[in-house]
């Protein structure tokens, strides 16, 4: 018998992942949430608000709720829950509170884990919450998009001088088809106006930015990469005094 070479036209099997996964064999179940739906999301700022919108979970304010404020999943406290970021733990350990936040144009899915976890989430008593970040394409591309309420009259702007920019590029590096990179970043400023109290100091900035570089071969994968966030906002406690004076302003 003399071998040969017979040729088949190729077999593609694909497989989807479902939203929710849940397995007679699993103690937990796994919400998992890919950036095009948070981009189809409405009033959604922050990886936050993602897991706030999932089944089990609620944002509250404290006061008169007996929680403090933050997320909570399953009726935890909002420090019981242990956040990721590319399996990076990010929670901070004077509140047990997120302590990074990523801008929504660099999420690649959003994972939320509930009920019993493995060892490796030890620190996590009711939820688990595990960001993955966007790795390059095979192909250079990018995005930019900008918004702002400064298009409408002043009347009739519920934020005065709300600007947001957000911009990502990806891509193969030149020849190196193994190496692939990732940047994106955020700008966001917005002024808070109330035509009847006018109240002072209750603007919001935010600054992120995140790069990631990953070599991929047949058999072996490596990322590194790294992302920094700046949050600073004003508030103002409202309240009379004997005297009729109301309110002081902080940073």
Sequence with gaps: LKSTIIEMEGTVVRGDRGLIQVRADITSTTKTVSTKEIENMAGVRTYQDVVAGQSGAVETAGGGSGYTSGIHIRGGRS?????????????????????ANINNNAIQE?????????????????GVV???????????EGMMRVRTD????????????????EANLGGPIY??????????????RRQYSDEWLALPHTEREFYSGQ????????????????????????????????????????Y
């Design 79 to 99: 420090n019981e829950i242990a956040y990721f970021v590319d399996g990076l733990s990010t929670q901070d350990q004077v509140t047990g509170t997120s302590g």
């Design 110 to 126: 959003v994972m939320v884990i509930t009920g019993g976890f493995n060892a490796e989430y030890g620190s996590a008593m009711s």
């Design 130 to 140: 595990n960001v993955v970040t966007k790795s390059g394409s095979a192909k250079l």
């Design 150 to 165: 400064a298009v409408f009259p002043e009347e009739n702007q519920l934020f005065n001088g709300y600007n947001d920019l």
């Design 175 to 188: 020849k190196l088809t193994d190496f692939k990179f990732f940047l994106s970043g955020e700008i966001y």
């Design 211 to 250: 790069a990631k570089l990953t070599m991929d071969k047949r058999m072996f994968k490596a990322s590194v990469g790294g992302f920094l966030s700046r949050t600073q906002s004003g508030t103002f406690d409202g309240g009379y005094d004997a005297k009729g004076s109301m309110g002081s302003a902080r």
